[in-house]
């Protein structure tokens, strides 16, 4: 079973997002294109069939992973579009250009 995510952090442009667990976090790359595409070969009828479908993973290349950080997130904030700004559990700041 995968642990989920704590929090759930979106760049101001929805290009990257962090996903923080109980003791690591992920930075991943959006690629709304592959979304995009994934939908336009769908059929509305496949679509609401995809909520019964339980095989169904989706769009599998809707993230890209860019790269993995152990250290616990207590709070994030991006402060622009590549740059987040975080506290760890012993309090202190630290930011991430990506």
Same mark, same amino acid.
């Given at each position: 079973?995968?642990?989920?995510?704590?929090?759930?952090?979106?760049?101001?442009?929805?290009?990257?997002?962090?996903?923080?667990?109980?003791?690591?976090? =992920?930075?991943?790359?959006?690629?709304?294109?592959?979304?995009?595409? =994934?939908?336009?070969?769908?059929?509305?009828?496949?679509?609401?069939?995809?909520?019964?479908?339980?095989?169904?993973?989706?769009?599998?290349?809707?993230?890209?992973?860019?790269?993995?950080?152990?250290?616990?997130?207590?709070?994030?904030?991006?402060?622009?579009?590549?740059?987040?700004? =975080?506290?760890?559990?012993?309090?202190?700041?630290?930011?991430?250009?990506?």
């Amino acid at each position: 079973m995968s642990p989920s995510p704590k929090n759930v952090y979106w760049s101001e442009n929805g290009q990257q997002v962090v996903l923080s667990l109980e003791d690591t976090f =992920y930075l991943l790359n959006f690629r709304a294109d592959e979304v995009a595409q =994934y939908i336009s070969t769908k059929e509305p009828s496949d679509l609401e069939e995809k909520k019964e479908d339980e095989d169904d993973d989706g769009c599998e290349e809707a993230f890209e992973f860019a790269e993995e950080f152990s250290e616990v997130v207590t709070s994030g904030l991006w402060v622009s579009n590549d740059c987040f700004v =975080y506290t760890n559990n012993k309090g202190q700041i630290y930011y991430m250009i990506g």
